[in-house]
């Protein structure tokens, strides 16, 4: 392993006055400094839940929830774990930006999901089954955001903005243009 509070320096062997060694700067940490690492990738922490359980499904065999013979889809994993014991420890380990979504429009996906919202509030997304009708319930249930997959129609999802608007933040307008 190396010594990362061993002296270091930067230098350069050339003819030009701005790079020979003593115009470069040189880099001597302290004994007290310890190296950090930043990283631009940041985990976000999923929970997936399928009749009430946190699984993790096939993806291709969720087809409508049914397989085309009326199968049920394939579990890779099924977890001992309720959606809100992982959503407790998400919170306990400060992780943000996850999601809950529902595989399912079940009520038992709906209570487990309203339950990992409730043990982590502001602290995860919600997806699966939203709609104009049942978005702000869940954000008022703890959701920081819901996620919103399909729209039949652009001008719906525009009437469903406009709507959004008018109840967060009171009257508004509309202003569009073509270019």
Same mark, same amino acid.
């Given at each position: 392993?190396?010594? &990362?509070?061993?002296?270091?320096? =930067?230098?350069?062997? !050339? ?26 990738? $940041? ?7 399928? +009749?009430?359980?946190?699984? $993790?499904?096939?993806?291709?065999? @969720? +087809?409508?929830?049914?397989?085309? *013979? ?9 977890? %001992? ?9 998400? +919170?306990? %380990?400060? @992780?943000?930006? /996850?999601?809950?979504?529902?595989? /399912?429009? *079940?009520?038992?996906? +709906? ?11 502001? /602290?995860? $997304?919600?997806?699966? /089954?939203?709609?104009? *009708?049942?978005? &702000? ?17 652009? !001008? ?5 903005? =406009? ?5 967060? =933040? ?7 243009? $073509?270019?």
């Amino acid at each position: 392993m190396r010594n &990362l509070t061993s002296s270091c320096s =930067i230098r350069a062997f !050339s003819s030009s006055p701005l790079l020979r060694s003593n115009h470069l700067p040189s880099y001597s940490p302290s004994r007290k400094s310890t190296p950090s690492i930043q990283c631009a990738v $940041q985990f976000r922490p999923c929970i997936d839940i399928h +009749k009430g359980k946190v699984k $993790q499904i096939v993806g291709s065999t @969720l +087809k409508d929830l049914k397989g085309d *013979d009326g199968s049920d889809p394939i579990t890779n994993f099924e977890s %001992d774990k309720s959606a809100a014991e992982y959503a407790t420890l998400y +919170k306990q %380990d400060g @992780l943000k930006g /996850g999601h809950v979504i529902m595989l /399912g429009a *079940d009520p038992l996906s +709906k209570a487990a999901s309203l339950e990992a919202l409730h043990a982590y509030p502001g /602290g995860l $997304q919600v997806g699966g /089954g939203i709609n104009s *009708d049942n978005c &702000l319930s869940y954000i008022e249930e703890g959701a920081s955001h819901v996620i919103v997959t399909s729209v039949s129609h652009i !001008s719906s999802l525009l009437l469903w903005v =406009i709507q959004l608007l008018q109840i967060t =933040i009171g009257d508004c307008s509309l202003l569009a243009g $073509q270019s």
